[in-house]
T-cell receptor
């Protein structure tokens, strides 16, 4: 069991640039979640995939954000025209089918927008 | 909407002291409840869970009981160690649909030798 992996672990970008993060869930997990965690706060839900279908998006996910999960395996989260307010830890989690089962979290990608 | 409220930190204790971190929730239906721990520089790790009223989750000396009547899921440990220093998050899972988590704001615990 290799766990949930995320890449990169850290990203520093200038305001206005686009960034893309990758998440590789545990292989047999068909549910995949993205959360955002800002300093001193708990993670907040961004979006959810069941297999390749994106079934829910939070209102936190503005038009500048897009997520995909082609073929129901890894997922990518892209932020276009980054803003300083996008600076946060982006967490990916996965879980087995059915529910409510526990979610397994990756180490996160820390984004800093300068 | 659903919400989770945790006691504010930081909590500073001496080694071998008793720990309680309060967590209360508001939800429709009967959510599953979780405690996660985040060590410095690491991701969230599941500490324990409970899926129905009166269930007790336990792991590594930590315990929490799902109290429906008080809508609470307080985390306790009888004797903390320096290695328990971390941030602790209480979370609930929706009862249907995506089963996404709603987290509390986290409680930082510092244990002094």
């Amino acid at each position: 069991d290799t766990g949930v992996s995320q890449d990169p672990r850290h990203k520093i970008t200038k305001r206005g640039q686009n960034v893309t993060f990758r998440c590789d869930p545990i292989s047999e997990h068909n549910r995949l979640y993205w959360y955002r965690q800002t300093l001193g706060q708990g993670p907040e839900f961004l979006t959810y995939f069941q297999n390749e279908a994106q079934l829910e998006k939070s209102r936190l996910l503005s038009d500048r954000f897009s997520a995909e999960r082609p073929k129901g395996s890894f997922s990518t989260l892209e932020i276009q025209r980054t803003e300083q307010g996008d600076s946060a830890m982006y967490l990916c989690a996965s879980s087995v089918p059915g529910g409510p089962y526990e979610q397994y979290f990756g180490p996160g990608t820390r984004l800093t927008v300068t | 909407g659903d919400s989770v409220t945790q006691m504010e930190g930081p909590v500073t204790l001496s080694e071998e002291a008793f720990l309680t971190i309060n967590c209360t929730y508001t939800a429709t239906g009967y959510p599953s409840l979780f405690w996660y721990v985040q060590y410095p520089g690491e991701g969230l790790q599941l500490l324990l869970k409970a899926t129905k009223a009166d269930d007790k989750g336990s792991n590594k000396g930590f315990e929490a009981t799902y109290r429906k009547e008080t809508t609470s899921f307080h985390l306790e440990k009888g004797s903390v160690q320096v290695s328990d220093s971390a941030v602790y998050f209480c979370a609930l899972s929706e009862t249907s649909g995506t089963y996404k988590y709603i987290f509390g704001t986290g409680t930082r615990l510092k244990v002094l030798a």
